[in-house]
């Protein structure tokens, strides 16, 4: 099992940046760990993948906005978000793709203010 914690969320206005990050239980190491997102009334969505080897891969809507980054050591995840939008607020979640199962954190809540 994986257990995963995000934090850094918050309040921020258009055009400001935000660092999310996600603590796993567990070695990372082979592991594939990505961010979703979901808006109010929205289904979740994509936003950024990166690979156990370090290969990452972004959502049309993020990409030179948001890069996403692992540290084997800790154990940890991040998202640095740059140039916010409005329509980037969501809760965002930590995913881990690990023994063919899906994990999830409990969320994140990112509000960006115009």
């Known amino acids: 099992q994986v257990q995963l914690l995000e934090s850094g969320g918050g309040v921020v206005q258009a055009g400001g940046s935000l660092r999310l990050s996600c603590a796993a239980s567990r070695r990372i190491i082979n592991i594939n760990m990505g961010w979703y997102r979901q808006a109010p009334g929205a289904q979740r969505e994509f936003v950024a993948v990166i690979a156990s080897g370090g290969s990452t891969n972004y959502a049309d809507s993020v990409k030179g906005r948001f890069t996403i980054s692992r540290d084997y050591v800790k154990n940890m995840m991040y998202l640095q978000m740059n140039s916010l939008k409005p329509e980037d607020t969501a809760v965002y979640y930590c995913?881990?793709?690990?023994?063919?199962?899906?994990?999830w954190g409990q969320g994140t809540q990112v509000t960006v203010s115009s």
């Open positions: 995913n881990a793709d690990y023994s063919d199962r899906n994990y």
